[in-house]
């Protein structure tokens, strides 16, 4: 997959495939129900040891993703090639994107990304509080046929200590009680590092209505027992299900398994959300 020299010299926040490239199709079949996904791509570095960031965009066309969350890309590290993952993934699926890069290393960036099959607008990109490795938050906008869904996705650390001041900090007047913020819809998405009965996991929860702590384990990927990857919603959109595939083109391309949950935008009880398919990439 060729990405323009041009790409690689962007920093810190992109936003990338303009909204008429976005298919129509996919823009106007929402009717109040979207598939969202968060999934920790590892720097698109698959359990085989392949870098392959169309694989990873594979994997998302598969699952009928319309918002992805991706932690952990790549760009211009030449450990995967110099490639702007983010830019790459999201052309491969003509999705509007924004990448936040949280950490500079190697001569090139590290961090998350938002990927929307409807227009997107970045709002916040921050670090959070790390005792470790750098982490942030990403906060955009969807713009959903009739209303928007403000989307979070982060990445939080490794220490127990690490992710309770990161989640003091989500919670806090810069992100989710913001003014801004507070009475949105809105869907909060990542890798948490935490199991569900975790201090952090129980914290987040509290504050939204739409949390789901059953479900299957999604690290790691070719034997998953710890499910640290979350979809959580409020003021507005309900998560009918989740689904992780388990089937080997999943357990193959990252080192996390991808987490699909379905979601009514509107809150509504009824729901006709087809069932993503789980099939080969």
Known sequence: MKVDEDTLLERTERSGVPSSMVPSERRERSHGRIRVATYNVHGCRGT?????????????????????????????????????????????????????????????EYGNAILSAWPLRRVQAAPLPSLGEPRGALWASVALPGTNVEIITTHLGLRRRERAMQVSALL??????????????????????????SMAYRTLARHFHGALSKGAPTFPSRFALLKLDHVMTRNGPRIVSQDVPQRPPFRTASDHLPLVAHVDVDGSQGSSIVPVALGGV
């Open 172 to 197: 806090g007047p810069q992100w989710l009680n913001s003014p801004d913020l507070r009475k949105k819809p809105t869907i909060l998405l990542g890798d948490f590092n935490a199991v569900p009965w």
């Open 48 to 108: 085989d040891g392949r870098v392959d960031p169309s694989r990873i965009a594979e994997v998302l066309t598969a699952l009928r993703v319309d918002v992805a969350a991706l932690q952990e890309l790549d760009s211009g590290r030449s450990r995967s090639g110099g490639l702007d993952q983010a830019r790459a993934i999201a052309s491969h699926m003509r999705m509007d994107f924004h990448f936040h890069a949280v950490h500079q290393i190697q001569g090139g």
